[in-house]
C-alpha cells in the first residue's frame, strides 16, 4: 500500500490482435478479486482498444498484474502501463 494506505492505481492501455477483442474483453472482464484486480475497463477508438484501471497493494504486484495476467492473455500484443501519482 501506498503510505497514505491507498493501493496502487495505474492505467493500463491495452492493444489487441485483429479478431481478439471480445475475447480479450472477456478476459479482462475475469481479473477481479485478487491483491491486485482490474477495477474498471473501457473498450476506446485511437491506437489501444481498451483502458484498464487497475490497483494493487504495490508496485511490484501491479507489475505482475500486467505482465503475468493481462500480457498472458491470448490477443494482447501491447500493453502500456501508466501509474497513478499524487501531485501536491
Not at 19 to 30: A, R
Amino acid at each position: 500500500m501506498t503510505k497514505a494506505g491507498k493501493p496502487m492505481k495505474a492505467y493500463v492501455l491495452i492493444e489487441t490482435a485483429a479478431g481478439k477483442t471480445k475475447t480479450v474483453k472477456k478476459e479482462l472482464g475475469g481479473i477481479k478479486g485478487g491483491a491486485s484486480t482490474v477495477v474498471h475497463l473501457d473498450a476506446v477508438t485511437g491506437p489501444f482498444d481498451f483502458i484498464a484501471v487497475v490497483e494493487g497493494p504495490t508496485l511490484d504486484a501491479v507489475g505482475r498484474l500486467v505482465t503475468e495476467e493481462i500480457g498472458a492473455i491470448d490477443g494482447v500484443t501491447r500493453t502500456t502501463t501508466c501509474l497513478a501519482i499524487a501531485i501536491a
